[in-house]
């Protein structure tokens, strides 16, 4: 079984995911639970082992694209591996970080991964200590990920973000949650799938909020959805 659920925060928002486990005893390491964003539990090297533990705990493997709050010094720390036909860095055997514009193939279906977003409360946090530049895709990301979905004909079966593009982010839930009146810069890197890429539903974090949105969009936050 593949699930997805919303940002986790470190320990803040953990909780949802030890419930979970005890709803459904059936769920081995062989099941998956991607958190669309803001894991948030490569946070400090000191703590790094504490922090990571309740994770490999779960009865489950846990994926995470990644969102704005991380420490991406420290992500960066970890080798990129080929897994599952993309680019992971594998924090444990089962945790592991799916990177930007890659494109995974799991228990039958595709999935294209793509995190990244703007903090908006950056101006009060510290670069290099609780906010990295790297939270924002770069053009290179941006390229590579085209190239990739190009390969494969612009098809995949899901796609998995942090953030959303400039079309989910008109349904009006979005907009409340968002709290801003422009897209930011990821809204506009990710409207460029929008179009060009036929997917059967697309997955977001980021707003703090579960809402679908029409039938192919759904923001999530505590609800952890099965893949259909």
């Not at 922090?51 to 970890?78: A, C, M, Q, S, W």
């Not at 990739?148 to 079309?167: F, Q």
């Not at 192919?216 to 936050?221: D, G, M, P, Q, R």
């Amino acid at each position: 079984m593949i699930y997805v659920t919303g940002d986790t925060h470190g320990l803040q928002d953990y909780f949802k995911l030890h419930i979970f486990a005890g709803q459904h005893p059936e769920l081995t390491k062989d099941d998956y639970v991607i958190i669309a964003g803001d894991f948030g539990g490569v946070w400090d090297s000191k703590t790094l082992a504490a922090d990571i533990k309740p994770y490999t705990e779960l009865p489950f493997t846990v994926l995470f694209v990644d969102g704005n709050h991380e420490n991406f010094d420290l992500l960066e720390t970890f080798p990129v591996e080929e897994w599952h036909g993309g680019k992971v860095h594998k924090i444990r055997p089962d945790v592991i970080h799916l990177m930007r514009g890659q494109i995974f193939e799991i228990e039958g279906k595709t999935f294209f991964t793509f995190g990244g977003a703007t903090s908006i409360d950056k101006f009060m946090r510290r670069e290099g200590i609780s906010w990295w530049a790297q939270e924002l895709p770069t053009f290179e990301e941006l390229d590579e990920g085209v190239a990739n979905l190009k390969r494969i004909g612009g098809k995949v079966d899901y796609i998995i973000t942090h953030s959303c593009g400039e079309r989910a982010l008109t349904y009006p839930q979005i907009r409340i949650a968002a709290g801003v009146k422009t897209a930011c810069p990821e809204t506009h890197i990710l409207s460029n799938f929008e179009d060009f890429v036929d997917f059967k539903h697309w997955y977001f974090g980021h707003f703090h909020t579960d809402a679908r949105l029409g039938d192919k969009y759904t923001a999530l936050y505590h609800e952890i959805v099965g893949i259909e």
